[in-house]
């Protein structure tokens, strides 16, 4: 079965620190990985994935398949990255349907 | 481009009854998921459409069905309604099914059943 965990319902860091949200998955196949970000009153929207290996607002993500996880990191948080984060994964042929972490939300504080 | 728009946004109904939400994705885009969110569950896969069939379906009870049409506008449906159907209800687009096709998410239709 495929799963998604995400072990901090809260996370609260000071302006310039790094951050580091956990997301740990199962499944036996090679999955996609994603992250989502929710801003205050705004749509679910995709911030990266995994295959595009790519740095979204200073956000980069690294799938360890070993330690299956895919956790999303940030040198030097901002305040507008207060939000809601949602990690997610699907299978790697076909579908999209996504399978979500239950999500963390991360404050930004001043 | 528009984005992805689903009415109602708000909707309140009584136990028993049954509702139809209704979602319109990207202009281009011709698969439809839909997800349910709920403080307790989290957000969980629903079904997939794609070219007016139903490509994936998630582990909801028979009383959540929902169709697609020609013009990629997709609707779901929930009969029998219980209290615990409150929920916001999500509608994602993409071009492909694909895995590697960004979904889009819309604005969501809360609905709640008393």
């Known amino acids: 079965a495929q799963r998604v965990t995400q072990p901090e319902k809260l996370l609260s860091v000071f302006k310039g620190a790094p951050v580091e949200l956990k997301c740990n998955y199962s499944?036996?196949?090679?999955?996609?990985l994603f992250w989502y970000v929710q801003y205050s009153r705004q749509r679910l929207q995709l911030l990266l994935r995994h295959i595009s290996r790519e740095s979204i607002k200073g956000f980069t993500a690294d799938l360890n398949k070993g330690e299956t996880s895919f956790h999303l990191k940030k040198p030097f948080a901002q305040e507008e990255d207060s939000a809601m984060y949602y990690c997610?994964?699907?299978?790697?042929?076909?579908?999209?349907?996504?399978?979500f972490g239950q999500g963390t939300r991360l404050t930004i504080n001043p | 481009k528009a984005g992805v728009t689903q009415t109602p946004r708000y909707l309140i109904k009584t136990r028993g009854q049954q509702v139809t939400l209704s979602c319109s994705p990207i202009?281009?885009?011709?698969?439809v998921s839909w997800y349910q969110q709920t403080p307790g569950q989290g957000l969980q896969f629903l079904f997939e459409?794609?070219?007016?069939?139903?490509?994936n379906k998630g582990n909801f009870p028979g009383r959540f069905s929902g169709r697609q049409f020609s013009n990629s506008r997709s609707e779901m449906n929930v009969s029998t309604l219980e209290l615990g159907d409150s929920a916001l209800y999500l509608c994602?687009?993409?071009?492909?099914?694909?895995?590697?096709?960004?979904?889009?998410f819309g604005p969501g239709t809360r609905l709640l059943v008393l």
């Open positions: 997610a994964l699907t299978r790697h042929q076909g579908a999209q349907k996504l399978v």
């Open positions: 202009s281009g885009h011709r698969s």
């Open positions: 499944y036996s196949g090679s999955p996609e």
């Open positions: 994602a687009s993409s071009f492909t099914i694909s895995h590697l096709g960004d979904q889009y």
């Open positions: 459409y794609f070219s007016e069939t139903q490509r």
